[in-house]
């Protein structure tokens, strides 16, 4: 229940948040980073809801496609199954690896999928930098997150 | 057992991938608005974001006072020679002022109907970043519907695209999906405004014979049936005469700070396209 708040007060101040103190595109994506601590900590159904839901809040609050954001935290959701195999899920190192991958698919699909149903956004080398960025500090940021949540006991006994 | 819950997971993913699909098809090539569910939870979720905008903002206001009174000995030194120019200055103003006054009654006279307006405060900025579009504190029950035009005091901010009771979602104007038709104000050149990122637009479909330039003033045309003829939507940057192409390349800097945007006015008038979808009904 506490990530599904921490998930929700991320999504309504990500804005504002992001608008003063660097560009959201280059943010660390907290939402990811907590589907795979959610996998981690409470298995693949309580990881499923929280991509579900949160991409639908997302959605509703984001000027963009609807089903948009939905379709990329269940990319996220993928991107842990296939990173788990590649990588250590219970060592921090591959816990970073882990989200770095599944934040670069999310916004592979992202492309994908603006380049199929919007006109107006095209690849661009600016994105890839975008994307290796957020997904690099997301990494990196993810196993500090990790530990936090642990320490405040928002783990299961 | 463990084939019955496989068998279960792969349903599961094959609904919510359905539904995912569903919801990206169901709004491609139009606009659609907050259904009943998604306004339900705006409207319990758009509170709690209402006062961490304000938490923030006051938490930003006391920082920036902090600051200010560390410089106040010297700003007072260097406002009391301003005060001295001012002064000259604000005499001419006061002749300005009194023709601009004739001018507006002038003004009133002629647009003796206007569309009333209602000032919103901005509680939420996109949370994607990809997007431009901000949640306002007034919705349906202030009189808001879709497709109403969105300013400032400085021009165009953008249209009401979703509404709930309270709260409303607006498409900026410097959103990639968001086209508003224009004229050059010098020129009458028209053409169509999009946003390219926060900063910079572009303007669309003006004719290469036209003789825009660099700082000349963008305005709404009035003809794409959202925005009133004559608001400002932004300053040229730059003009470029792409060989081989029909139209003018041109680059637009926003007429309003959309970095800074804090209070919106909404324009309230009939949604027309609306009208004509129930009139075609």
Partial sequence: ?157 | MRGIISFYKIWFGIIAFGFVLFLLSSNSGREITWNSAEQLIIEVTAPLQKLINQSINSTRGFWYNYFDLINVRQDNKHLHSEIDALKMENSRYRDLLATHKRMQELLKFTNSIKPPVIAAQVIGLDPTGWFKSIIIDKGKNAGISLNMPVVNADGVVGKIVSTSPNYAKVLLVIDQNSSVDCLVQRTRDRGMVKGLSAVISKMDYVVKRSDVVADDIIITSGLGGIFPKGLPVGKVLNVKDVQGKLFKDIKIIPAVDFSKLEEVLVILKEDTSLNYHLEKE
């Fill in chain 1, 1 to 157: 229940m506490f990530i599904w708040f921490l998930g929700l007060i991320i999504v309504l101040i990500k804005g504002k948040w992001a608008s003063l103190i660097v560009p959201n595109q280059f943010a660390p994506d907290f939402t990811a980073i907590l589907i795979v601590y959610l996998f981690l900590y409470y298995g693949p159904a309580a990881a499923g809801m929280f991509a579900f839901g949160q991409g639908l809040v997302m959605d509703i609050y984001s000027g963009g496609l609807y089903g948009l954001f939905t379709l990329l935290y269940l990319c996220v959701y993928a991107g842990i199954y296939l990173g788990r195999r590649l990588f250590n899920f219970l060592d921090p190192k591959g816990q970073a690896l882990i989200v770095s991958l599944s934040v670069l698919l999310e916004k592979l699909f992202f492309i994908i999928i603006l380049t199929i149903f919007s006109e107006g956004i095209i690849f661009s080398c600016s994105f890839l930098w975008i994307s290796v960025v957020s997904a690099i500090s997301s990494g990196l940021i993810a196993p500090v997150i990790f530990s936090l949540l642990s320490r405040q006991k928002v783990i299961p006994v």
